[in-house]
């Protein structure tokens, strides 16, 4: 993920390995983690039961916040493309019957929007 992009605020994708040995200890018995992301200092992570936001506090980082989202607490989500001359694609979630979307992320061009479509769709519509 290019500086430029974390500035603006778009997530990179983040490879399982890296994932599985920085937060594996935050995984149920029989859970793999399927796609991850990070931003900044923050990183959000799809695995195969739940979504999980990590979000970083504080100057010294020291205080982090853990937030599991079960797919089945998920009513509905968007994905929107970037366009040509734009640098990101924006994936948006509501949470149970909410009116505004309870989570928005954006992407940098790196990350494949239909991969992260694709897991949001398999785990929320069984």
Do not use: C
Not at 83 to 94: C, N, Q, R, S, V
């Amino acid at each position: 993920m290019g500086l430029f992009s974390a500035i603006m605020g778009n997530a990179g994708a983040v490879n399982q390995e890296t994932l599985r040995r920085d937060f594996g200890k935050l995984l149920a018995e029989g859970e793999e983690i399927e796609l991850g992301f990070k931003l900044i200092r923050d990183t959000f992570i799809f695995t195969s039961k739940r979504l999980i936001l990590i979000e970083v506090q504080g100057l010294t980082g020291s205080k982090v916040e853990y937030l599991s989202i079960s797919y089945k607490s998920i009513s509905r989500f968007s994905v929107e493309t970037a366009g040509t001359f734009e640098l990101d694609a924006e994936l948006k979630i509501w949470v149970s019957s909410e009116q505004e979307p309870s989570i928005r992320k954006k992407f940098n061009k790196a990350v494949n929007v239909y991969e992260v479509q694709k897991v949001l769709a398999l785990h929320i519509l069984k």
